[in-house]
Nanobody, 127 residues
Framework: QVQLVESGGGLVQAGDSLRLSCAAS????????MAWFRQAPEKEREFVAS????????YYADSVKGRFTISRDNAKNTVYLQMNSLKPEDTSVYSC????????????????????WGQGTQVTVSS
């Protein structure tokens, strides 16, 4: 089994930056695609970004392209999301996830493609 724990959320002003971390334990996730999703109140969970097992390929939702960067350190079994130029519409609970597939391309944008989930960290952006 894999356990995922997010950290780094908080309250910031528009234009500020935050760096989220997702620490995995129990088993390595180095063979799996890792992703960040977010869910705001009264809205569906949406894909934010993903990164392939090797870190070579990354994918982003249009709403965050150019502002967010996903990265991973497999030696530390940790995934990061650097968020710059934050906007009020980025306010959400951010969760990390590890894919069902292994040694793959990293292009998994649907929740059903992921096997393990963290409990989320709150990001609030004021105007």
């Amino acid at each position: 089994q894999v356990q995922l724990v997010e950290s780094g959320g908080g309250l910031v002003q528009a234009g500020d930056s935050l760096r989220l971390s997702c620490a995995a334990s129990g088993r390595t996730v180095s063979s799996r695609t890792m992703a960040w999703f977010r869910q705001a109140p009264e809205k569906e969970r949406e894909f934010v970004a993903s990164i392939s097992w090797s870190g070579v390929s990354t994918y982003y939702a249009d709403s965050v392209k150019g502002r967010f960067t996903i990265s991973r350190d497999n030696a530390k079994n940790t995934v990061y999301l650097q968020m710059n130029s934050l906007k009020p519409e980025d306010t959400s609970v951010y969760s990390c996830a590890a894919s069902i597939g292994e040694y793959s391309h990293g292009y998994y944008t649907r929740p059903y493609e992921y096997a393990y989930w963290g409990q989320g960290t709150q990001v609030t952006v004021s105007s």
